[in-house]
């Protein structure tokens, strides 16, 4: 059985650099035909596809968040990790790790970007 779990730091200051950690357990992150994703659901709004990673390791970005995000893996420890530079408070929201169009994410983080 495939799980997902995110990591990372729950609250953010402005201007800096979130980071975040999605662990792979039960798949490879490297299995042909694997593609990795993340995703995000600000208060009150709606799901966000901030990008993903593919099996042979290359990123795709949302173009709104492209100039701002790094999707990169680890094949070692099978994880992958999302970077989102100088971020502000509407990038507060959860933050959801998964395997493109499957059933398989994770239960969510919270970030909250705050001074």
């Known amino acids: 059985q495939v799980q997902l779990q995110e990591s990372g730091p729950g609250l953010v200051k402005p201007s800096q650099t979130l980071s975040l950690t999605c662990t792979i357990s039960?798949?490879?992150?490297?299995?042909?035909?694997?593609?990795w994703s993340w995703i995000r659901q600000p208060p009150g709004k709606g799901l966000e596809w901030i990008g993903h990673i593919s099996d042979l390791g290359k990123p795709y970005y949302s173009p709104s968040l492209k100039s701002r995000t790094s999707i990169s893996r680890d094949t070692s420890k099978n994880q992958f990790t999302l970077q989102l530079s100088s971020v502000t408070p509407e990038d507060t929201a959860v933050y959801y790790c998964?395997?493109?169009?499957?059933?398989?994410w994770g239960q969510g983080t919270q970030v909250a970007v705050s001074s």
């Open positions: 039960g798949a490879s992150i490297a299995t042909t035909n694997y593609y």
């Open positions: 998964g395997r493109m169009a499957t059933v398989y």
